[in-house]
C-alpha cells in the first residue's frame, strides 16, 4: 500500500510526504488538513503514508485533529516542539492548533 512497482513510495505518498517537508518549523497540520491540501484521501491515508514513509520528514509537524502527536512519539515530538517554539495549549502536551496550524500556503 503506497508503494510503487519499485518498492518507493508511490505518487499519493510522495504527495503527502511532500507537503510535510513543507511545513515550516513552529507550524503543524493534522492528517485531515493534509488530505483535504492534496485533494484526496482522507486523514487514515495521510496515517498510513506517514507510518511507513514518515522517518525522512518533519512528522512531529503532522498531528491529530486535537492537537495530540503520533501515538508512541510524544515524548520526541514535545523535544521538537520545544526547540521549535511550537505553540502549545496551556499546561497540556497538546500543540496549539490555533496558533500553530499551517494553511499550506503561507511562509509560517
Known amino acids: ?18 507537503v510535510v517537508e513543507r511545513i515550516p518549523p513552529g507550524r503543524v497540520m493534522s492528517y485531515g488538513d493534509i488530505a483535504e491540501y492534496v485533494g ?10 506517514m507510518s511507513t514513509w514518515g522517518g525522512g520528514v518533519p512528522w512531529w509537524r503532522v498531528v491529530r485533529a486535537d492537537g495530540s502527536p ?30 500553530a496550524r499551517w494553511d499550506g500556503e503561507s511562509g509560517g
Open 70 to 99: 503520533a501515538s508512541g512519539h510524544e515524548v520526541r515530538a514535545l523535544s521538537h516542539y520545544a526547540a521549535e517554539a511550537t505553540p502549545l495549549r496551556p499546561g497540556s502536551d497538546r500543540v496549539d492548533m490555533r496558533k
Open 40 to 49: 484526496r484521501g482522507g486523514p487514515r491515508q495521510v496515517g498510513s503514508v
Open 1 to 18: 500500500m503506497f508503494t510503487d512497482e519499485d518498492g518507493g513510495p508511490d505518487e499519493y505518498a510522495d504527495e503527502v510526504l511532500a
